[in-house]
């Protein structure tokens, strides 16, 4: 079965820099769009970043100018590279990808779908 494992995640102070990595596992056909979501406590989840399999990336506007999104086809996997942290920006952040799965016991590929992480929690506090 796919599934998502996100690292990096941890305490950090104001102004400091987190990477986050996502790596996706199981049997996997191909992925398209991947990105990162946050949920900090009491708000709604929200897109942080998003990078398509052509490298297009949006970000939300918040975090315009300080993370960076980035995907390393050749390993699957994402990355957000998040610089001049704020204590605004504490939550849980999730990775989601957009991905076909294999199917062994059929010999094909199945529909793109949602996956999601579990999450890591950042901490942005001094």
């Known amino acids: 079965q796919v599934q998502l494992v996100e690292s990096g995640g941890g305490l950090v102070q104001p102004g400091g820099s987190l990477r986050l990595s996502c790596a996706p596992s199981g049997s996997i056909f191909s992925i398209n769009a991947m990105g990162w979501y946050r949920q900090a406590p009491g708000k709604e989840r929200e897109l942080v970043a998003a990078?398509?399999?052509?490298?297009?990336?949006n970000y939300a506007d918040s975090v315009k100018g300080r993370f960076t999104i980035s995907r390393d086809n050749a390993k699957n996997t994402v990355y957000l590279q998040m610089n001049s942290l704020k204590p605004e920006d504490t939550a849980v952040y999730y990775c989601?990808?957009?991905?076909?799965?294999?199917?062994?016991?059929?010999?094909?590929?199945?529909?793109?779908?949602?996956?999601w992480g579990k999450g890591t929690l950042v901490t942005v506090s001094s």
């Open positions: 989601n990808a957009d991905i076909r799965p294999w199917y062994s016991d059929y010999g094909r590929a199945g529909y793109g779908m949602d996956y």
């Open positions: 990078i398509t399999s052509g490298g297009s990336t």
